[in-house]
């Protein structure tokens, strides 16, 4: 019984860890999406004067 409560507690653990885990790169890709968007808007407003030349 006891080894039953230990390998589900590792499991919980485990478990936990990995949505921490997953939670850092959302949190890491959230951060990104704005300066992507920025970087999108600069390369077309660049594109477009370079497209009017």
């Not at 230990?6 to 936990?16: M, P």
């Not at 939670?23 to 390369?43: G, H, M, Q, W």
């Amino acid at each position: 019984m006891l080894d039953y409560w230990i390998i589900e507690q590792r499991q919980k653990d485990f478990q936990k860890e990995v949505n921490n885990r997953f939670d850092d790169v959302n949190n890491r890709f959230d951060k990104i999406a704005p300066d992507l968007a920025e970087v999108n808007k600069t390369t077309n407003m660049v594109h477009g004067e370079v497209a009017s030349i």
